[in-house]
């Protein structure tokens, strides 16, 4: 086919393509008397295009079909469109815009095409076979199953819709084994985890603490706090067990944490400041612990542990210079290093309060206060 296309409604109802030809035969078999290679023709009765009216619907319809051939879709579906806007009850424009939308991947924009054709024809299997397609490549192979059972109804004799038929069965097979996989792999109800889950979990944390395995009591900690996020007493013990494994930023992290959760606990604002001193932000960190202390006044480890902080940033500020001391000069040793501060993780049991042993260099003894004078250097 060739030139600009058309159709022809005269003929008896002629739907024929229009086309440019060099030889038309008449009835007779002669040669048509108007064989003008540059004059549209009707291919079927060889008519000039002048003595016919175009079915526009039908015109767009072949140019789309053109288009499709050529794997243009983005023109087929223009066409298509036009064939639709000038015909919208021929079921045929709608299944053919179905089969340009199946080949852009735009399933849902087919599976509505060819419900307009099925719906203006019931009886045609092809929208029935392109919603199966959309269907299909939607997840949903049970419904496209349905469909082509229903064409291979209509069309007995068809190889291609069995043959599509049977795809579609497997593929069904292989969701419900999927299905059945993965029902197995979740836990049933009883089984998942809950609150009582939680404490536990919380439990074994605490005892890894006072075990000195503060890695293992983070991991205990991290369960309990996906079951329970809220309980500002979780991310406290976190904290305190992050910052025993030096992981002071973490530390801080899980503090504030407690705070949002829990704003007028002393306990989570304690956490704060010794993160903070542990970072060496000893301005903020005393900060922390003054918000602490207004909220529990009567603590004397906070007072001690502000004290101890307040005591070392002055320090560190102002550097002491160490001069060889004479042998007549009394030394004065300190006997132990503060180790006030309160490191327990948090009991569920009123009135107890469990100490965990510290596996780090406590930030406010001697020698680490020594240290960081040196590093401040």
């Not at 606990?265 to 900060?287: D, I, N, P």
């Amino acid at each position: 086919r060739s030139g600009t296309p058309g159709a022809c409604r005269n003929c008896d109802g002629c739907q024929c393509y229009l086309k440019r030809t060099e030889e038309y035969l008449g009835k007779a078999g002669a040669p048509h008397p108007h064989n003008d290679p540059n004059i549209m023709r009707c291919s079927r009765c060889g008519c000039t295009a002048e003595d016919h009216e175009v079915d526009v619907a039908e015109d767009a319809k072949e140019r789309g079909s053109d288009a499709m051939a050529f794997e243009d879709w983005e023109e087929a579906l223009r066409w298509y469109t036009k064939a639709v806007e000038n015909a919208p009850r021929d079921p045929v424009h709608y299944s053919n815009r179905a089969a340009a939308y199946l080949e852009k991947k735009w399933y849902a924009q087919a599976l509505h095409d060819a419900d307009h054709a099925i719906a203006l024809r019931p009886d045609w299997a092809k929208p029935r076979a392109r919603r199966a397609h959309a269907l299909l490549m939607s997840g949903k192979p049970k419904q496209a199953q349905e469909e082509l059972q229903r064409c291979v109804e209509l069309e007995p004799k068809s190889m291609h819709y069995r043959k599509l038929l049977r795809e579609a069965e497997g593929k069904v097979l292989v969701q419900i084994q999927r299905e059945k996989a993965t029902k197995k792999r979740q836990p049933s109800p009883r089984q998942r985890p809950t609150k009582e889950d939680a404490s536990s979990y919380k439990e074994m944390g605490d005892q890894a603490v006072k075990n000195g395995k503060h890695s293992v009591a983070i991991q205990w900690y991290t369960d309990a706090i996906r079951l329970e996020p809220e309980n500002a007493k979780l991310w406290s013990n976190r904290s305190a067990a992050r910052a025993n494994a030096s992981e002071f930023q973490a530390a801080l992290a899980d503090a504030c944490q407690a705070i949002q959760l829990e704003p007028k606990w002393h306990k989570a604002w304690s956490r704060k400041g010794f993160a903070l001193f542990c970072l060496q932000q000893y301005e903020s960190a005393s900060e922390a612990y003054k918000q602490a202390l207004n909220l529990d006044p009567d603590n004397l480890s906070i007072r001690d542990a502000l004290r101890k902080v307040s005591e070392v940033a002055k320090d560190i500020a102002h550097p002491i210079d160490h001069h060889p001391r004479k042998a007549s000069e009394p030394t004065t040793q300190r006997t132990s290093s503060p180790s006030t501060v309160d490191f327990s993780v948090v009991s569920e049991k009123k009135g107890s309060r469990e100490h965990s042993p510290l596996q780090i260099c406590n930030p406010f003894s001697a020698a680490t206060i020594r240290q960081r004078r040196i590093a401040s250097k």
